[in-house]
């Protein structure tokens, strides 16, 4: 019997030991839900914040849930952590979300976001004045297809990750449809079929992502954005409507319920800790997006290869 209860103490204590050797403090067994989107990225950001957590001593559990849709159940705390949200698109929400006092900025994940409207460098010919957006006014037929001509499409993204394009297009008058992408996946599939046959196109590319390292291509340069744009209608190019101007730039931020600081203050301390840089979310979305590994696998080599990082957002 001594020896059995000295195997089970030793157990609780193994158990209780973090890869770093200190024994973990956890505040609560409750799960820290963290939310996943419909992009590799975003999925790949939450899998290493979750396993970070656990090596810890948290328990986590990842949730799917819409990108804008999710700050209601950030609100309430039935979601616990979104690992990406970028200034891009989701400045808006985040500032709406923070103001009500149930939502918490835990600060930049090391990354700068950009997502704009981009092209194949081939449609220059097709489109002189490229990359200035005023070219699109007088060429809009080189990037039509049967369903949309004489106007141009632009394949946006996932409807889900709003970016307001809809609405530049109608405040800078351009000859163009909107058609948005079903997923992420479809998205890049249109983009290496177009790209192998020199096909016209222009679609939503964005950054951390593998794909303006891959294909040759610009992104338009719309006026640049100012908050004004979005909020005050006299502003920029037309005097009478908002958005007419391009996507903001900046950070990507960590977000999450304010109770979680307060329910579980280490794993809050981790989360703030947690950064990459664009160059290494690339290099892990071409893994799995291109070269075919499993989320799970690209996580498991980016950890192996990184311990000394991440250990250092334990400590």
Excluded at 14 to 19: D, F, K, M, P, S
Excluded at 84 to 90: M, R, V
Excluded at 170 to 180: N, R
């Amino acid at each position: 019997m001594k020896k059995m209860l000295l195997a089970s103490v030793a157990l609780v204590l193994a158990q209780a030991v973090t890869v770093g050797g200190a024994l973990a403090e956890v505040e609560s067994p409750d799960p820290i839900k963290i939310t996943t989107h419909d992009w590799s990225g975003n999925i790949i950001s939450a899998n290493i914040m979750s396993e970070v957590l656990r090596k810890a001593g948290y328990n986590t559990e990842l949730v799917q849930a819409d990108y804008l849709a999710q700050f209601a159940g950030l609100k309430t705390g039935d979601l616990d952590l979104a690992m990406e949200i970028w200034a891009t698109t989701g400045t808006d929400a985040l500032e709406e979300a923070v103001a009500t006092g149930n939502v918490v900025n835990f600060g930049e994940t090391g990354m700068i976001s950009r997502e704009e409207w981009w092209y194949p460098a081939y449609m220059e010919e097709r489109c002189p004045g490229l990359p200035d957006w005023r070219a699109l006014l007088d060429c809009a037929d080189a990037f039509a297809t049967p369903e949309t001509a004489p106007n141009g499409r632009y394949l946006g993204g996932p409807v889900t990750w709003g970016g307001y394009d809809e609405e530049r297009v109608e405040a800078l008058g351009l000859p163009f449809e909107v058609v948005h992408a079903g997923t992420d996946a479809a998205l890049f599939a249109e983009l290496q079929a177009a790209y192998e046959r020199k096909d016209p196109i222009i679609l939503w590319i964005y950054q951390p992502h593998w794909a303006p390292a891959k294909y040759e291509g610009k992104f338009i340069e719309f006026p640049p954005y100012e908050p004004a744009c979005y909020s005050d209608p006299a502003w920029g190019e037309n005097p009478d409507m908002a958005y007419d101007c391009g996507k903001p730039l900046g950070p990507i931020w960590k977000a999450g319920w304010v109770g979680l600081e307060k329910k579980w203050p280490g794993a809050a301390k981790i989360i703030r800790n947690f950064t990459v840089t664009n160059d290494e979310m690339g290099a892990m979305v071409y893994k799995a997006d291109v070269e075919g590994m499993s989320i799970e696998a690209v996580v498991a080599e980016w950890m192996a290869a990184n311990e000394a990082k991440w250990q250092a957002w334990i400590q």
